[in-house]
């Protein structure tokens, strides 16, 4: 008698075997092959189906979905390579085990096997007790691979839910905190409408990931979130700041940094909150970043910031042409910004000018 492979499918045992209800598929031009392997599998509980050719092996493993095929390494019009390079290609057909039949299992030929995703490659005459072993042990190796991947998924959910959360914690901060910024801040909510807008136009010309693009359109908002911490004396000082009220000014950056990471937001807001006052060539603040060291994130709502701020009329300055905006911009290309961002910029002069236009304070 032999063992069973216990646990993985309902089964039961007759007087003389242990007894399987798994099927497998046997696929090959030869009618003796597939009457062989049914002869070895069949008493032991095993329903055994066989194909002919490998495009109708291929449509019914898609359709029928067996627990495992025996192959022929001869398989018209493909091979039994082929055949089972496809079956592991599909992630929804993956994890079904592939057994090549060969009349001569040479290692080169065993390698190949190996090498498409076979459990292994039998040679021929078939023996019935080498067969069964690795039918079994093939079937054991299954039903790990689907648990992994059964639990791989349930924490791709918890993932995707904790992330849904992170966002509704960071949407109920940016609604809540642009409330205060309009209490504390001279900018207006209507220079966090265009700094986002601005910010999405070049997130979108820099190419960069939908989802990164949506992430820097919300949380640039949030940019100047650390004001709240700033005196009114500061904030709404008519004229230029003393040099001690400018280095309390730059505070702001790492005090927003702080109620965001504190608050659990997500980690994009508090990277635009910390580093939007860096600059491309070293001289920002607050920890004078360089270059590609400064995150991407950053340097979008950097730009966007400067080019609100130069072509909007604040408490301490009057407002410049925006023709004359792009210029300062272009002559900071590779100082204060990013040249590959202000090329975006350039690219996209029109709808910024359109931006600017619909969203006056
Ligand atoms: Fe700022
Ligand atoms: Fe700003």
Redesign the pocket.
Known sequence: MEPVSGGLKSQRRSGVHAVSTFTVMVASPDGALVAEVTSFLAPFGYRVIGVGDSMTGLERIRGERPDLVVADVDLPPLTGFELCQSVKQDPSLLVIPVLLVTDTATDDLRVRALAVGADDLLGRPVHGLILRARVRASLKAKAYLQQVLKDRGRLEELVKERMKDIERVTLGLVAALERTNRFNDA?TGM?IRR?SAYSELLARGLELEPSLTSRIARYSSL??VGKVGLPDSILKKQGKLTPEEFEAMKVHTTFGNEILLDAGADPMACSIAFSHHERFNGSGYPMGLSGNAIPIEARVVALA?VF??LTTRRCYKSAIRPEEAFRVVNEESGKHFDPGIVRVLNLCEQQFLQILAANSD
């Open positions: 900018d220079h700094v940019h100047d910031d609100d701020a």
